[in-house]
């Protein structure tokens, strides 16, 4: 099974409030207003903002599908968008698959933004086409993408 499998959905929940819970206690994670709604259809959908380290803005806006597997409901995401931009404005990177870019030859809608941090302009050639599409990023592997920016983005103004 995948990292994108279904997940039963009290253990993905679970799993992501204790993840969340220890992303906060070692202050990568300095805010949080996530929340998650019924949107129809029995898919969930969560939506908000991560502060990471005071500085970055993760904003998340995520499906879940429930998927019903022996009598057990489980969930799995099926659309996603992560943004990470700087707090006083100004896009780093997006991850996403909200829209296909096949004018861009991609021949998947799985895809990254990336933006140049000195300009806040997209950087030419993007989106770039995520085409594993057992690939695509979680939420966590997210986060610890925007931690590591954030420790490199520091590293330059020192």
Request: include cysteine; charge should be neutral.
């Amino acid at each position: 099974m995948g990292k994108h499998s279904p997940t039963r959905r009290t253990t993905y929940f679970t799993t992501h409030a204790r993840y969340l819970e220890q992303l906060t206690a070692s202050g990568i994670v300095t805010g949080d207003n996530l929340t998650t709604q019924n949107i129809g259809y029995g898919c969930l959908q969560m939506l908000g903002r991560l502060r990471i380290r005071n500085r970055l803005i993760l904003t998340v806006n995520k499906i879940l599908k429930p998927i019903e597997q022996e009598n057990v409901i489980s969930v799995q995401s099926i659309r996603y968008a992560y943004n990470l931009s700087f707090e006083e404005g100004g896009n780093i990177f997006r991850y996403d698959n909200a829209h296909p870019h096949t004018h861009l030859g991609h021949t998947t809608a799985f895809h990254i933004h990336r933006y140049d941090l000195l300009t806040k302009k997209e950087i030419i050639g993007s989106p770039f086409e995520i085409s594993d599409l057992e690939n695509w990023p979680t939420l966590g592997e997210v986060i610890q993408e925007a931690d590591n920016l954030y420790w490199q983005i520091i590293e330059k103004e020192l």
